[in-house]
Nanobody
Framework: QVQLVESGGGVVQSGGSLRLSCAAS???????MGWYRQAPGNQRELVAR?????RTTYADSVKGRFTISRDKNTVYLEMNSLKVEDTAVYYC?????????WGRGTQVTVSS
């Protein structure tokens, strides 16, 4: 079974930065890896995604502020200029052999 483990969440003031990490327990490179987030009462939304070839996709709300990067089956999300609206549980996601795998999530709280 593929397991994804996130780390790096925490509390930060507006304008600050955090770096999230996610490691997958799988040797075969995942087709895509990415980050989703969900705030209480809201739907889960895509934050950023990166393919095994390095192609990236970002939500409009984070373009220019967040950067996704990848080292095989470890994915990172560098978050800069954080806003209160970024507060959510962030989930790591990976796609392998047609199946989606999810981490348990890590809380990111941005205070004003």
């Amino acid at each position: 079974q593929v397991q994804l483990v996130e780390s790096g969440g925490g509390v930060v003031q507006s304008g600050g930065s955090l770096r999230l990490s996610c490691a997958a327990s799988e040797r075969v490179a995942m087709l895509y890896m990415g980050w989703y987030r969900q705030a209480p009462g809201n739907q889960r939304e895509l934050v950023a995604r990166i393919s095994n070839g390095g192609r990236t996709t970002y939500a409009d709300s984070v373009k220019g502020r967040f950067t996704i990067s990848r080292d095989k089956n470890t994915v990172y999300l560098e978050m800069n200029s954080l806003k209160v609206e970024d507060t959510a549980v962030y989930y790591c996601n990976g796609l392998l052999f047609g199946n989606d795998y999810w981490g348990r999530g890590t809380q990111v709280t941005v205070s004003s």
